[in-house]
């Protein structure tokens, strides 16, 4: 029993004291809290205290002052916050940051070498308070493989986090699961950078964000190939989370959309009653917002949504995507977004028609898609409008729209002659005034 080793080892005054009828032993060793670097070694002196108790038959560990609060950077105030992770913790989760003189005092079988202990992995105590699993790689210094790291973590319930990369900037590409998340990291700086993980509940939208770990990456080369555009905001692609917010069933799951003809679609269900926009941002500071909008087409059908996205040239794109309830008067809150890539440098779409207000939810335009018509040429228009009585498109001449079997109302115009077209529809036979729908620019002559 170690209260014998302690009676063999120990001078009588070291022995196990009795404080509120517990037996309670005074340790000592290395620790890993306040000022501790990552891959550092130790050496010479103890720099921590802590305590074993004896309850219920067995040893505990204790460390009353980490489980009190904690010192700020520059070690001038302590602030009290108590932590019960560091009361009776498990031994296999105390030896983390706590290294005692005499390896007995780990309680552990094995015991942990101090050359483990160095190497090993540091989770903070909010890692495990959090219900947090496991974090790959489990080494605290992690090297660039072509320039770049992937870092998974893994948790019981869905959770959501955020990093930090001291001293360089990087691209990164956060995705979050219902049990973790995966984070893809590319430095654009070489040497040695701490990286900082974050995380907080999924429930409390007014909880803090804790670091929960700690990495070194050192990077030792760039993928100068690889760039995002800075409106690209963590995590992307659709989650646990975008479905809490209504967007259920995506037509695709991923984070990036890849397309080499500059074209793409995106669809969801959505279980709420909202009203849904999107917004196509790159680094090209040659696109007004209002033009970057026009790449896109929405479509509204009871209660799913289509995207019909037409890139104005290659690169890499922030689809972003806003909702707000139907009955809410206020401003669009962001939800989340997409990476859009795309390589071919041919590309180039012209932007759809500019849309009024008159456009209704279940309005669809099937041709001509193009916001930007060729000069001269006999134009085919295809429309599904419900709840119209007539419809029609204004140019240099009227040209009416004929209602189909297969409910599109159609038709044709030209555009010689004229710089602007419009689609135009009378919503009841009885009144007297078109409404505008839809407007195309022609090409000069």
Request: net charge neutral; glycine share 6%; with cysteine.
């Amino acid at each position: 029993m170690i209260l014998d080793w302690l009676r063999s080892h120990y001078e009588k005054e070291s022995w196990p004291k009795c404080i509120a009828g517990v037996q309670c032993m005074n340790l000592s060793g290395h620790s890993k809290g306040h000022g501790y670097r990552i891959g550092q070694t130790f050496t010479g002196e103890y720099d921590h205290a802590w305590n074993a108790v004896y309850l219920d038959g067995k040893w505990h560990l204790v460390d009353s002052t980490w489980g009190s609060g904690s010192m700020d950077d520059c070690f001038s105030k302590f602030t009290f916050r108590y932590n019960e992770f560091y009361f009776l913790t498990h031994p296999a989760l105390f030896i983390n940051n706590h290294f005692p003189d005499n390896s007995n005092w780990q309680l552990l079988k094995p015991t942990v070498t101090l050359k483990q202990f160095e190497s090993n992995m540091l989770y903070k105590s909010d890692f495990y308070k959090m219900g947090l699993l496991a974090a790959h790689p489990e080494t605290p210094i992690i090297q660039t493989v072509n320039g770049k790291v992937a870092i998974a973590v893994e948790s019981h319930s869905p959770m959501l986090f955020m990093f930090e990369l001291k001293g360089a900037k990087e691209y990164s590409l956060m995705t979050l699961k219902r049990s973790g998340m995966n984070l893809e990291l590319y430095p654009q700086k070489i040497g040695s950078h701490k990286l900082q993980i974050y995380a907080k509940s999924s429930k409390g939208s007014e909880e803090l964000y804790s670091c929960v770990l700690e990495y070194i990456v050192e990077c030792s080369s760039m993928d100068r190939n690889v760039y995002f555009p800075k409106e690209l905001h963590q995590p992307v692609g659709h989650s646990w989370f975008t479905e809490r917010q209504g967007f259920l069933k995506p037509s695709h799951r991923g984070p990036i959309i890849n397309t080499n003809d500059g074209r793409c679609d995106l669809s969801f269900i959505l279980s709420k009653d909202l009203s849904v926009l999107a917004s196509l941002h790159s680094d090209n500071k040659s696109h007004t917002e209002d033009t970057s909008r026009r790449h896109i087409l929405q479509v509204c059908q009871g209660n799913k949504v289509d995207f019909k996205i037409h890139l104005p040239h290659a690169g890499n794109f922030a689809l972003k995507i806003f909702a707000k309830k139907k009955s809410d008067p206020g401003n669009y809150n962001y939800i989340f977004n997409y990476l859009i890539s795309c390589p071919n440098a041919d590309v180039k779409w012209p932007v759809f028609p500019q849309t009024y207000s008159k456009w209704a939810e279940g309005f669809e335009l099937v041709e001509p898609l193009a916001g930007l018509l060729t000069a001269n040429h006999s134009i085919k228009f295809k429309l599904r409008l419900h709840n119209i009585a007539k419809a029609f498109v204004q140019c240099e001449k009227t040209f009416p729209l004929s209602l189909s079997k297969e409910g599109y109302w159609e038709g044709s115009c030209s555009t010689s002659g004229c710089t602007e077209v419009f689609v135009m529809v009378l919503e009841n036979a009885n009144h007297k005034f078109y409404s505008h729908i839809l407007k195309y620019e022609v090409e000069p002559q």
